[in-house]
C-alpha cells in the first residue's frame, strides 16, 4: 500500500495556507515522508511549496466538481488523509477516493473558532505530542542570492519589505501614513523598501513612488509572480504592513514582522509565529480586536513608528 498521505487544505487565502505550514512539517516529520498537498490555487501553494521538503506534490482544488477531485486524487491511492476543514463534502471527497484513515475537523464545528488554535489542536491530537506553531517558508539559496545581486540588496542596508495593501480596504492603514512612515524611517537609517501590492495596487504603488524622499529607493512587486517575489522577500529582513498574505509568507521566510491588524483578529493570525509583532487599534486588544473592527482611523501613526524602529534597529 502506497503510504503517502494526503494533506486537504480548504481555506482559499495565503495567510492560512502559512500557518498551516507548521502542520504539514511536524506530519511529514511523524510519518518519515514527504507529504501531497490538495489546496486552492488562490493560496499560492504550489509556489510556497515550491522547495519544501516536506511536500512533495501540491494538486490544485477545483471549487467546483466534486467528481472531478475524486478523479484527481483517487489514482494516488492514498493510506491516509489529513482534512483542515470541517466540510462534509471534503470528508466524502476523502471517503470516495478510498482512503482508508481519515482525520478530520468535527463536522460544523469550526465558526468562531480561532484558526491557528483548532489547526494547531487538531495536529497535536492526531500525533499526541506539542508541535512548533511558527512557520517556515524553504527556498533555493541559490535564488536567494541572485535577488541579492539583481536587486542590489545588501546587509548593511534595511531592506523592509512593505506590505501598503490587504485584502479589503477596512484592513489598509492609509497610503499616506505608510509614506510618512517611511520617509520617518529613511530619515534614520539607510533603507530599501519592497512594496508588496498586486496589479490592483498601482495607485497605492504610485503614491509611495511619488514619494521625494523614498520614491527613488522603491521596489513594486505589483508585476511579479509569488515565486518572483519570494526570493527577493528571503533577502529582507523586516515586514511592515497589513495582515495579508505578504506578511505570512515574510514571516514564514524568518523575517522580523509588524503586521497592523485593523479588521482581523490577532489571536488567529497574529501570535502563532516568534516572527510576528502586532499593533491593534487604539482602545482594542489582541483579545477584542477582530472581524468588523473596523479600525483602520484608529491605528496610532506613533506607534507604528516606534515598533517599527525597534523592529529594523
Request: hydrophobic share 35%.
Amino acid at each position: 500500500m502506497n503510504q503517502t498521505a494526503l494533506v486537504i487544505i480548504k481555506s482559499m487565502g495565503i495567510g492560512d495556507l502559512c500557518i498551516l505550514t507548521a502542520n504539514i512539517h511536524a506530519i511529514s516529520t511523524s510519518i518519515g515522508k514527504p507529504l501531497v498537498v490538495l489546496a486552492q490555487k488562490s493560496s499560492r501553494a504550489s509556489s510556497i511549496f515550491k522547495h519544501d521538503p516536506c511536500v512533495k506534490e501540491v494538486i490544485e482544488l477545483d471549487k467546483t466538481g466534486f467528481f472531478n477531485i475524486i478523479k484527481k486524487i483517487k489514482p494516488y491511492k492514498f493510506s491516509q488523509c489529513y482534512v483542515y476543514s470541517d466540510s462534509i463534502r471534503m470528508y466524502l471527497i476523502s471517503k470516495l477516493s478510498n482512503i482508508k484513515q481519515i482525520f478530520h475537523y468535527k463536522f460544523f464545528s469550526k465558526k468562531g473558532k480561532n484558526f491557528y488554535r483548532t489547526s494547531q489542536e487538531f495536529t497535536e491530537k492526531i500525533l499526541q505530542k506539542k508541535i512548533d506553531s511558527t512557520s517556515k517558508i524553504y527556498w533555493d539559496k541559490d535564488d536567494i542570492e541572485k535577488a541579492k545581486k539583481n536587486y542590489n540588496i545588501k546587509n548593511n542596508i534595511k531592506n523592509i519589505v512593505c506590505g501598503i495593501s490587504a485584502s479589503g480596504k477596512t484592513k489598509r492603514w492609509r497610503i499616506s501614513n505608510y509614506i510618512k512612515l517611511f520617509e520617518e524611517i529613511s530619515k534614520k537609517y539607510q533603507s530599501k523598501f519592497f512594496l508588496a501590492g498586486g496589479p490592483k495596487d498601482e495607485d497605492l504603488i504610485k503614491a509611495v513612488m511619488d514619494s521625494s524622499i523614498i520614491g527613488k529607493n522603491c521596489i513594486s512587486f505589483s508585476k511579479m509572480t509569488i515565486e518572483e517575489a519570494i526570493p527577493i522577500i528571503a533577502s529582507c529582513q523586516n515586514y511592515i504592513g497589513s495582515d495579508t498574505g505578504w506578511g505570512h509568507i515574510a514571516s514564514g521566510l524568518g523575517l522580523k514582522s509588524l503586521l497592523l491588524f485593523m479588521d482581523s483578529p490577532p489571536l488567529a493570525y497574529g501570535v502563532y509565529s516568534n516572527n510576528i509583532s502586532v499593533i491593534v487599534p487604539q482602545g482594542e486588544t489582541i483579545e477584542s480586536c477582530g472581524h468588523n473592527t473596523r479600525g483602520s482611523e484608529k491605528i496610532s501613526f506613533d506607534e507604528v513608528l516606534k515598533k517599527s524602529l525597534e523592529l529594523i534597529n
